[in-house]
């Protein structure tokens, strides 16, 4: 079993700052991809960031150019950097891990989720 910590999140003015972490422990053989969602009241869950252990990120469109997505493959953890939040921007945050055991088999986790909410 794989189970992921989160950190961070907060009520925070718009315009300001906030930093979400989430370290990863367990069972973990490697891991795959790294990445943070969020799920508004009313509204489905959906993908903010994504990094894979190469590096390379993937963001959504309403957060690109504010939000930036780290990892640290020593410490399996991952981090969102969130600037410049908007209104539009408060939700729940979930941290999302897909590892693979030693078998090859990958696994998706999920943490319990942070509130961010930003206000105007």
């Known amino acids: 079993q794989v189970q992921l910590v989160e950190s961070g999140g907060g009520l925070v003015q718009a315009g300001g700052s906030l930093r979400l972490s989430c370290a990863a422990s367990?069972?973990?053989?490697?891991?795959?991809?790294m990445g943070w969602y969020r799920q508004a009241p009313g509204k489905q869950r959906e993908l903010v960031a994504s990094?894979?252990?190469?590096?390379?990120?993937n963001y959504a469109d309403s957060v690109k150019g504010r939000f930036t997505i780290s990892r640290d493959n020593a410490k399996n953890t991952v981090s969102l950097q969130m600037n410049s939040l908007k209104p539009e921007d408060t939700a729940v945050y979930y941290c999302?891990?897909?590892?693979?055991?030693?078998?090859?088999?990958?696994?998706?986790?999920w943490g319990q989720g942070t509130q961010v909410t930003v206000s105007s």
């Open positions: 990094i894979i252990r190469g590096g390379n990120t």
């Open positions: 367990g069972r973990i053989f490697s891991i795959k991809a």
């Open positions: 999302n891990v897909d590892t693979n055991n030693i078998m090859g088999v990958t696994l998706s986790s």
